[in-house]
């Protein structure tokens, strides 16, 4: 079983539209981040949280909202969802020191129309 | 402002051959430097990383090298396989932000 799953990996919906995207570990880890891919730009960060007391928003947090539900889970809400938001999700997980290096579910494609 | 670039899409190296990645940075603060494996349909997977103590870390055929002064840090594959051919990310993080910041990455493709 994968450490980091993401669920749904894929969906197409409308504009307008809620949408969560949820992340289960089984890692462990006090850590959890939320990313966005997008064609020639990488990675970029949407939210993070430390523990599930702590949200934390990222570079790219506008039109979205998180909630920790639990120190396995994490999810990411587009609560009225815009074309610019297709594109492929990440979840990631790391423990709580510095310098440790992240461990990514297999994404979310996310299209919305 | 992009702090971490990237600035080669792609790469192709014939097998057995040496790969070489590279990763510029602007940020003076970041200190610790990874590089991350992705295959298609995958998430992306740690592969090596350095502190800005160092200026070399290796693990079998993966060398990573830091150039602080240039802000330069670059990826050796040696020999390249095959299976090495995925894009290749690189990320940086400084002190006491607990977050990294990510290359827009590098396709490498090994030829057989």
């Known amino acids: 079983d994968a450490d980091v799953t993401q669920t749904p990996r894929n969906r197409i919906t409308k504009t307008g539209k809620r949408i969560m995207l949820e992340c289960s570990q089984t890692k462990g880890h006090d850590r959890m981040y939320w990313y966005r891919q997008d064609p020639g730009l990488g990675l970029r960060l949407i939210y993070y949280s430390f523990d599930v007391k702590d949200i934390n928003k990222g570079e790219i947090s506008d039109g979205y909202s998180v909630s920790r539900q639990a120190q396995a889970k994490f999810s990411l809400s587009l609560e009225s969802a815009i074309p610019n938001q297709t594109a492929l999700y990440f979840c990631a997980t790391s423990e709580g020191a510095d310098y440790q290096p992240q461990h990514f579910g297999d994404g979310t494609r996310l299209s919305i129309l | 402002d992009q702090q971490v670039k990237q600035n080669s899409p792609s790469l192709s190296v014939q097998e057995g051959r040496i790969s070489i990645l590279n990763c510029d940075y602007t940020n003076s603060m970041f200190d610790y430097f990874l590089w991350y494996k992705k295959y298609p349909a995958e998430g992306p997977t740690f592969l090596i990383s350095?502190?800005?103590?160092?200026d070399k870390n290796e693990d079998g055929r993966f060398t990573v090298f830091l150039n602080k002064s240039a802000k330069h840090l670059s990826l050796h594959i040696v020999p390249s396989q095959p299976g090495d051919s995925a894009v290749y990310f690189c990320?940086?993080?400084?002190?006491?932000?607990?977050?990294?910041?990510f290359g827009t990455g590098t396709r490498l493709k090994v030829l057989a």
């Open positions: 350095i502190s800005s103590i160092k």
């Open positions: 990320a940086a993080s400084a002190r006491g932000t607990y977050k990294y910041i």
